[in-house]
């Protein structure tokens, strides 16, 4: 079966995680991705967080699959001119340097134009034009400066960034939708256009919901979901709001049986209105279904702490499985807290292709996270990262360098 991105040529540019998010998606979609790194080195993230020695590391190996690798000096003047012709041969080139990096490199917007004028340029940048346009960014700095962190955690403790690598992997997301759209406004106007995601856009395109509260808070004074309200107070500026719902249904994440051994033994519960007098009935408090301080959705606001303790008191009784069964049972929206070991064997995941087996020459087999949307027509089968250079050889010739003219520019160290 065909691919969406059947003959789609991307030249990637990109390095450790927020630009091979994206380039590793548009692969798995069907585009020929070929990597540039330098000679000897590659991509950073080759050696960092290394558990085998000289091997490739997970944080490499989980962010290239289905690419190719080519080595390329592009400031060496023969390394700029195979640069060159890849720029000629492709349809996008996808970039996430420090900002600057492709100018200083001789790579101006102007020249790749020249060069190829249906190229499209996606980049991403820690910031978008403004004060901050020259910073480098890594992945926490972007959830600090998205939004995320001052609006994470809880409301005595210092800002926390997530576990979810929304500034990275949530930006490379960003950047892969305008690409695909790029591609998609060239078939009318024949031309290619920048695309740029910086990663504190990103972010706060993911944090949007606080952006409405502290709009909201504004406005009232008050949010009446939060765990602030009754008793606690609120500033000039969206609290931190633990494990509150970002939405209208009030929900926290409540201990379950085994906690007290298990770090995860919780379940979130979501106590939605709909379903309210079937909460009730499961936890034992039938009268709450028509006690007038109970009964609605306002009424219970202010008495959320009380309502989640006594909520609690049942959840702890059951493992996290246990109250999920019975909870579904009556659809009261509810989720176990899953630990990445229970993530990684869990068998549901292997069989959608979301978790993933997959063997490396160097390596052996390791777990990936596979492609997580799924196209009827275009299914994604995942392939290991390629070794530094693998494929330079092959993309070369496909270039038309001659195998006489590629052991040259090898031995000059431009490739
Ligand atoms: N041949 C020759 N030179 C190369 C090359 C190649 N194949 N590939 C890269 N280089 C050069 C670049 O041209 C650059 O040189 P100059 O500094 O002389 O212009 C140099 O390598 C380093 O590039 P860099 O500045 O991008 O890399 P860094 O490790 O110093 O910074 C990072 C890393 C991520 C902070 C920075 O790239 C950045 O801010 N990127 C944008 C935001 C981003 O994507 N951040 C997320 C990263 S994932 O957490």
């Known amino acids: 079966m065909g691919k969406a991105l059947d003959g789609v040529r991307i030249l990637d540019f990109t390095h450790v995680q927020s630009g091979p998010t994206c380039t590793q998606l548009l692969a798995w979609f069907g585009a020929d991705v070929i990597k540039v790194e330098r000679a000897g080195a590659g991509d950073i993230t080759r050696e960092q967080l290394r558990d085998i020695p000289d091997v490739d590391s997970l944080y490499f190996t989980m962010l290239n699959h289905n690419k190719r690798s080519v080595t390329i000096d592009t400031k060496n003047p ?31 917007w102007e020249r790749i134009q020249e060069l190829n004028p249906r190229m499209i340029v996606a980049s991403v940048k820690g910031f978008g034009p403004g004060p901050y346009e020259d910073c480098k960014v890594y992945e926490n700095v972007a ?28 930006t490379g997301l960003h950047l892969a939708l305008g690409i695909v759209t790029a591609l998609f406004q060239r078939v009318s106007t024949g031309r290619g256009q920048k695309v740029l995601a910086a990663m504190q856009d990103g972010v706060l395109n993911l944090c949007r919901v606080k952006l409405r509260d502290q709009q909201r ?32 249904q009030p929900g926290w994440i409540l201990k379950c049986k085994g906690w007290e051994a ?7 519960f979501i106590t939605q209105a709909p379903v309210w007098a079937k909460i009730c009935n499961v936890i034992g408090k039938e009268e709450w279904a028509t006690d007038p301080d109970y009964a609605t959705p306002a009424a219970r606001l202010p008495r959320l702490k009380e309502i989640f303790g006594e909520i609690e008191r049942w959840t702890m009784s059951k493992t996290k499985f246990e109250a999920m069964e019975i909870l579904n049972k009556y659809d009261i929206p509810c989720g176990p807290i899953l630990s990445m070991k229970e993530i990684a064997e869990e068998p549901s995941l292997r069989k959608t292709g979301t978790i993933v087996e997959v063997d490396h020459p160097q390596r052996g087999k390791y777990l990936t996270v596979g492609n997580p949307i799924k196209l009827s027509d275009s299914p994604t089968e995942v392939t290991r990262s390629p070794l530094l250079g693998e494929h330079t050889n092959e993309v070369m010739a496909e270039l038309g360098y001659t195998s006489a003219q590629i052991d040259a520019l090898r031995a000059a160290g431009a490739i």
């Open 143 to 170: 959830q600090c400066a998205g939004g995320a962190a001052s609006t994470t955690g809880f409301d005595d403790g210092p800002p926390v960034v997530s576990g979810a690598q929304i500034g990275d992997s949530g």
């Open 262 to 268: 298990d770090p995860n033994a919780y379940i979130y």
């Open 217 to 248: 808070l504004e406005r009232t004074g008050v949010m009446k979901e939060y765990p602030q309200y009754p008793n606690g107070t609120f500033g000039e500026a969206v609290p931190r709001a633990g494990n509150a719902s970002g939405g209208g």
């Open 78 to 108: 023969e390394g700029k001119q195979v640069l060159e012709a890849l720029i000629q041969s492709c349809d996008v080139l996808v970039e996430n340097f420090a900002p600057g990096a492709l100018d200083r490199m001789g790579f101006t």
